[in-house]
């Protein structure tokens, strides 16, 4: 077993711009087509920040763990902050190999993401595609943050755009990042259409980040594993590892089906809506509920199906004036509750069911809530978003 190195990651929270040379370099790099497959599984390693030790000491070696299988391709698009060029890695088996040397890159812009899934698709033929988004993580405030370019960053807007830009079906989109497993997260994948799975984290990622011999290591054995067996691979992965080295008390990985998040929209937005209006009456009813529910370190991450349950068996919401919101708030629930694949936790995070909301509070609120409002589509109003924005607002002005 890969022995991975203790200590918080995020501590993985956290404009190179490409040259007109350097990106006629990268996006006329030629595709070279290999024999399809059942799995392409493609990491982007954003390690040009402090996490670039994690990459090399850690992740490579575990990386080099994974049995050598002919129908799975594991190939990474590695930016280093100790070096001025980008490269292009096949994982075979125990041997790494450096396939293709790029200029820098700038791993905030969507640009070289979208880039990339396009390349994996066409270099990398196969059923099924799974992405691996590695790095720093803030939940709705964005991932991939590059120092060398001003830590750039790619938001939520950005990262749809950029795979809505690719048009490549991926099966599995991992985080190997903190707070990923967000509502913001994923309803900007659910807009997508194009991501059926999502795998992340409710809580902060240790720095080991994600153990991928355990996580990959069956689907590299029975390559034609399907995307729902693949995610709870790696859920379970995770949950032996960390599991098995002791110490790790406050981490938890979820699977969520995208798609079951895309078809609660509407009970979403119906939810939002009778919460909003609701502020005047129950505001004490949603700070208790908020007090009760579990919340990731130092982000003010709620879970999303904790919170929904406590609110649904408030006494208040029994009442007359309450019945309306408390049928939203079980129908919401119950669909979030469905679109839950996997989920591993310890005693510490058992409170973390999948997947979470961003509350804040009231600080929290003053500081972000312009960036928020302009950084999701979750935060904006029906139809396009839930109205979110204008609950924590309607909460924080009373």
């Not at 812009?109 to 066409?122: C, H, I, R, Y």
């Not at 098995?244 to 798609?259: E, F, K, N, P, Q």
Request: aromatic share 10%; proline share 5%; charged share 20%.
């Amino acid at each position: 077993m890969t022995t991975h190195a203790r200590g918080p990651r995020c501590a993985r929270l956290c404009l190179t711009v490409l040259t007109v040379v350097a990106l006629l370099a990268v996006f006329a790099a030629p595709a070279f087509a290999e024999d399809g497959a059942e799995w392409t599984i493609g990491l982007y390693i954003a390690a040009d920040n402090n996490l670039e030790s994690a990459w090399d000491d850690i992740n490579v070696p575990a990386l080099l763990g994974i049995p050598e299988s002919e129908g799975v391709h594991i190939v990474a698009l590695v930016d280093r902050l100790s070096t001025e060029t980008t490269e292009l890695v096949e994982f075979e088996g125990d041997v790494a190999t450096v396939v293709d040397t790029y200029p820098e890159m700038n791993f905030g812009d969507p640009a070289n993401l979208q880039w990339f899934v396009g390349e994996l698709a066409a270099r990398y033929p196969s059923e099924h595609l799974a992405v691996d988004l590695w790095d720093h993580g803030g939940a709705w405030r964005g991932i991939c943050y590059d120092d060398s370019s001003d830590k750039d960053r790619i938001t939520m807007p950005e990262m749809r755009a950029a795979i809505a830009a690719a048009g490549v079906p991926i099966d599995i989109l991992a985080f190997d990042a903190c707070n990923m497993a967000d509502m913001a997260v994923a309803y900007e994948l659910a807009l997508s259409e194009l991501v059926d799975i999502m795998v992340a984290s409710e809580e902060m990622i240790p720095f080991a980040g994600f153990a991928y011999d355990l996580m990959l290591a069956p689907v590299a054995l029975e390559p034609d594993r399907t995307p729902e067996q693949v995610a709870t691979d790696m859920v379970d992965g995770w949950g032996a590892y960390y599991d098995g080295v002791g110490g790790y008390t406050m981490v938890c990985l979820s699977a969520i089906d995208v798609r079951e998040v895309r078809a609660a929209i509407p009970a979403l937005q119906t939810w939002v809506q009778r919460m909003t209006a609701g502020v005047p009456l129950f505001k004490h009813d949603y700070k208790m509920a908020l007090v009760k529910t579990w919340t990731a370190l130092n982000s003010w991450q709620y879970d999303f199906i904790s919170l929904c349950d406590r609110l649904a068996a408030d006494p208040d919401l029994k009442k007359a004036d309450g019945m309306k919101l408390k049928t939203a708030t079980v129908a919401v629930a119950d669909a979030l509750r469905g679109a839950v694949i996997a989920n591993h936790t310890t005693r510490w995070t058992a409170g973390a069911t999948g997947i979470a909301v961003w509350w804040a509070n009231a600080a929290d609120w003053v500081s972000y809530e312009e960036l928020f409002g302009a950084n999701t589509a979750f935060a904006a109003p029906a139809p396009t978003g839930t109205g979110w924005y204008d609950l924590l607002q309607a909460y924080y002005a009373n």
